[in-house]
């Protein structure tokens, strides 16, 4: 069973384009993120949800939107897309509590490549 | 503001030496630390974690000690495999809902 799955693994596309990617979590957690890692492996966090509530936006364009129709899933839209944002997109969860002390499991990833 | 802060890689080893990835943080509180490992292709994932001054967490080989007095939480392992090569990536998390990660460090273990 996969605990944190996300859809498309690979996404090519072009300049312009508006796209989405998909992600589901089955752990029963009520946080979500989702996280930007580039070619030198830099993580970044995006954005948090926490049962549904938009708890963390980070300094990101306004071309992504994040969406979370219930707490099993947070989908990212990109408007727009661009080449610089051609990178790997991971989305996380972790159970929802404030402590410090919060596992996140993360998803396999999603491999954007903007031409 | 809180930050982490690792090593430089990559880290080019030969198997069955001796590892560590330094890693020291700065935080306005008492932070929870984290080591997380990422495999080629892969998520990251939990590899090990301490949540009070002086705890050390171990996990497959690896372990790491909290140390107050020098901000630090070091990731050292005795001997590394082949199967160790990796990206490894140090965290703190204060409360809330925010991790905030290393920059990474790559491991590379050479046969």
């Known amino acids: 069973d996969t605990a944190v799955s996300q859809t498309p693994k690979y996404l090519v596309t072009q300049m312009g384009n508006d796209k989405s990617i998909k992600c589901e979590q089955n752990l029963g957690h009520d946080t979500m993120y989702w996280y930007k890692q580039d070619s030198k492996k830099f993580l970044k966090i995006m954005f948090s949800?926490?049962?549904?509530?938009?708890?963390i936006n980070e300094t990101v364009p306004n071309r992504f939107s994040p969406k979370s129709p219930d707490k099993a899933h947070l989908n990212l839209h990109i408007n727009s897309l661009e080449l610089g944002d051609s990178a790997v997109y991971f989305c996380a969860s972790s159970q929802g509590l404030r402590g410090g002390q919060e596992t996140q499991y993360f998803g396999p990833g999603t491999r954007l490549l903007v031409l | 503001g809180d930050s982490v802060t690792q090593m430089e890689g990559p880290v080019t080893l030969s198997e069955e030496a001796f590892l560590t990835i330094n890693c020291t943080y700065t935080?306005?509180?008492?932070?929870?630390l984290f080591w997380y490992v990422q495999y080629p292709g892969e998520g990251l994932q939990l590899l090990l974690k301490a949540t009070k001054a002086d705890d050390k967490g171990s996990n497959k080989g690896f372990e790491a000690t909290y140390r107050k007095e020098t901000t630090s939480f070091h990731l050292e392992k005795g001997s590394v495999q082949v199967s160790d090569s990796a990206v490894y990536f140090c965290a703190l998390r204060i409360g809330g809902f925010k991790t905030i990660f290393g920059a990474g460090t790559r491991l590379f273990v050479k046969a």
């Open positions: 949800y926490n049962n549904k509530e938009l708890i």
């Open positions: 935080a306005t509180g008492y932070p929870s």
